[in-house]
């Protein structure tokens, strides 16, 4: 026969909220709340850009900043 028995859940060790990863959680919900979609025009113009400096025929520079070929938020 089978037998019932009511035995207490038993908690996962390490499985414990953390108020900080709420927090956290939180934080990344309010800033996509807020953050402005990319205007389309920006990227369309640097992809134009980019695709221009590819096509010229001459190797990409290596002393440029970061962003010089291709400065688009994502």
Same mark, same amino acid.
């Given at each position: #026969?089978? $037998? /019932? &028995?009511?035995?207490?859940?038993? %908690? /996962?060790?390490? /499985?414990?909220?953390?108020?900080? $990863?709420? %927090?956290?959680? *939180? $934080? ?5 709340? =807020?953050?402005?979609?990319? !205007?389309? $025009?920006?990227? &369309? *113009?640097? #992809?134009?850009?980019? +695709? !221009?400096?590819?096509?010229?025929? +001459?190797?990409? *520079?290596? !002393? /440029?900043?970061?962003? =010089?070929? =291709?400065? %688009? *938020?994502?």
């Amino acid at each position: #026969m089978s $037998e /019932v &028995t009511n035995k207490a859940l038993v %908690a /996962v060790p390490g /499985v414990t909220p953390n108020p900080t $990863e709420y %927090a956290r959680a *939180r $934080e990344v919900r309010a800033r996509a709340a =807020f953050t402005r979609p990319n !205007d389309p $025009e920006d990227l &369309t *113009r640097a #992809m134009n850009r980019l +695709q !221009d400096l590819l096509g010229s025929g +001459q190797p990409p *520079r290596s !002393d /440029v900043p970061r962003g =010089f070929y =291709f400065n %688009a *938020r994502i």
